[in-house]
């Protein structure tokens, strides 16, 4: 309930408006034209004030693009985050400069110079990988292992990790590649050929790029981790602006407990013309 009538509050304010002076009513919340969930890590949002977007994960926000739509995202908490969906739809995902050093040559060491091993010991290894014959990837060799760069995400922004993974002789086990603060989440399940695996996070509370094997003894191989902030979602997803009709790409509402890395459910709604 607490949720509906935020929004409906929010949208009362985001069509009203003052115009020569007098009290001047625009386009007016017709009512919730779609709505679900997003598992976590799904949501895929930059919450800046400069560059606002979405783009969930199975969820095409191509026919909301029309300058009639808003969409309100509310965290396994509650907190909300509220915009309008720009009528100017993105091109397509795209990323900025690399962030992560000597993830893809692995030279120095070991461990590589720039990465810091715990629990481990990790090396480069000739592999005919991602990169084609006489390519290097790092192996590393434990149980449960990490290597790590000091890197801080992006205040508000959403960073796309990526690498390649391999099973080495400890046989098909989880890792993890990206950032997590609690250290104990999974990106996958190794198999014996290159596998490219991705990871999206928004926000800087994590320092760390892990790259992380887990389970038996033995060794496991990654190539080529790479670290980007996005900064133009993927053609299905929606730009976001304050105003209806406006330019300035961020949210109208935002609450400052909101996590964008949780479990979601959203709401769209028609605004009308």
Known sequence: ????ILTMVLLFFASTCFAGGMLWQGPRYQGVVASGSITAGNLLADLTSTNAFVAPVGLDLTNYQDG???IAVYDSSGYAAIGFISSTAPSGETLGGERVSNGTDWTGGPPPTGWVEL???????ADSGPGGAGDTCVEMTATT?????TLFGVTDGLVKTTGYVKSGTAGDQLFFIGYDATGTGNLGTSSAIWTLYAQYRTGANDGYINVIKRGAAGTMLFDTISSKQVTDPASTGARIVSAKGGAVRAWTYQHASFNPNVACTYRILFVGD
Request: with cysteine; proline share 0%.
């Open 1 to 4: 309930m607490k949720k509906y």
């Open 68 to 70: 009639r739509h808003m």
């Open 119 to 125: 629990d481990c010991t990790s090396a480069a290894l």
């Open 145 to 149: 292992s990490t290597l790590y760069q």
